[in-house]
């Protein structure tokens, strides 16, 4: 499993390679992690020193591309071994909607350094026929399947190995739409569905530029080839991912307006929009009432042959303006209060969970031992204990109920606070 690093402490990224050390970036370290591919050895992240003392298990995985390159991927399921500072870091899968997928609709093979994703949305489409705006598992219902991906599971997985559900007092002010796509992006490599590289089919708009507007399009029209329907076959979809500017009704029909995108609309079927606002009702009422609230998009869509994009299926997700998730008004306050006191953290995400989900809306990784996960008890819910089974009794739990009390004290960080940097490093 991957993790792109926005943000790394020196102490922590250091992995012991055939009995020497090195940090990630230091001299040696790119022709140690070739030579250690090569061998088929193991690095060993040195953050706590691991079970065994020997520190935590890892490896190599060749880059996909023209330039090739080594990465060093932490092993499946074993990010909760880590420090919390650690880059390597996850929270515990059963602390939020990964537990449900991880294994099933998600599974990964250190040999070939390549992750299968199962999908329960069509990547094609035959002719004649128009789909709900579904995300399984964004509903209330409580069979939300774990055997395959929802658009906004896969959207959630993509946020989580991008690591922009992380968060360190040095990003403030460096995330910006060009930071988040090519984070995005590198979390797409490597990655499977549906027997097809998920990163053909990925298109997250490039940063305008007036400059480089005839540059930018070539290359949208270019990629979105591979939609256009050819006569007698299924017609390929591909993935959008974007902030979405409006959705409005159009001279005809209705349209998808998205930011980085101002000379082409996406289209949609009144069907599809009448759903959107009663699917997504609470998600665009947090949009609308707060300026600082970005909506993101994650949707499948088609080309014409003239050249004209239609959304087939589409999930929303309100993000903070640091690009953060947030389900709804109170987990905006939560996140923004971490966020103002300078404190380190992993955002949790849903994935296919229902809403009835025990979910920790964060996790510290600035605390001393365990990392301290944080849950936001929703009025209805009088069982508060149940958000507690879904961690470790060892694990320290901080609850808030909004409908009954002020937001409590939050655990305090450690004495040594975890310094960022905005650099970007091969160590996912």
Not at 56 to 65: D, Q, S, T, W
Not at 312 to 335: A, N
Request: aromatic share 8%; glycine share 8%.
């Amino acid at each position: 499993m991957e993790t792109a690093v926005l943000g790394i402490t020196a102490p922590s990224a250091v992995y012991e390679i055939a009995s020497r050390r090195f940090e990630i970036g230091s001299r040696g370290f790119a022709e140690a992690i070739a030579e250690a591919h090569a061998a088929h050895q193991r690095p060993r992240c040195m953050c706590l020193g691991g079970y065994d003392g020997r520190g935590v298990e890892m490896y190599v995985a060749r880059l996909a591309g023209m330039n090739g390159g080594y990465i060093v991927k932490r092993m499946p399921d074993s990010g909760s071994q880590h420090a919390p500072g650690c880059p390597s870091y996850e929270p515990p899968a059963e602390s939020s909607g990964l537990g449900q997928v991880l294994g099933s609709a998600i599974t990964e093979d250190p040999v070939t350094g390549e992750t299968t994703l199962k999908l329960d949305f069509s990547m094609s489409k035959i002719s004649g026929r128009t789909a709900m705006p579904t995300a399984g598992g964004d509903s209330d219902s409580v069979a939300s399947s774990g055997t395959k991906l929802s658009l906004r599971g896969l959207l959630h997985y993509l946020w989580d190995k991008a690591a922009l559900t992380r968060w360190q007092p040095g990003f403030a002010g460096r995330r910006t739409w060009s930071t988040v796509r090519k984070h995005l992006l590198q979390a797409a490599e490597n990655k499977i569905a549906r027997g097809d590289s998920l990163r053909t089919r990925l298109y997250i708009p490039e940063a305008f530029s007036v400059d480089q507007r005839d540059a930018i399009n070539a290359r949208r029209v270019a990629q979105w080839s591979l939609a256009i329907a050819a006569p007698g076959k299924p017609q390929h979809l591909m993935l959008l991912i974007a902030e979405v500017k409006e959705i409005v009704p159009a001279r005809y029909g209705f349209k998808a307006v998205v930011k980085h995108v101002p000379d082409q609309a996406f289209a949609l079927d009144e069907q599809l929009y009448r759903r959107l606002g009663r699917r997504f009702e609470s998600a665009l009422a947090l949009w609308g009432a707060a300026d600082d609230i970005h909506m993101v998009m994650i949707a499948t869509f088609s080309v014409a042959a003239a050249g004209i994009p239609t959304i087939v299926e589409l999930s929303l997700m309100p993000v903070t303006r640091h690009w953060l998730p947030v389900e709804d008004g109170y987990e905006k306050q939560l996140i923004e209060r971490l966020v103002a006191d300078g404190r380190s953290f992993v955002k949790g995400l849903r994935y296919n969970l229902g809403a009835e989900g025990a979910l920790a809306s964060a996790t510290l990784t600035d605390c001393e031992g365990s990392a301290p996960l944080l849950f936001v008890v929703h009025a209805g819910i009088e069982d508060s204990g149940r958000y507690l089974q879904v961690c470790d009794p060892s694990v320290p739990a901080w609850l808030w109920t909004p409908s009954s009390e002020v937001m409590p004290p939050l655990p305090p960080r450690q004495q040594h606070p975890t310094l960022a940097t905005d650099s970007a490093v091969e160590c996912r």
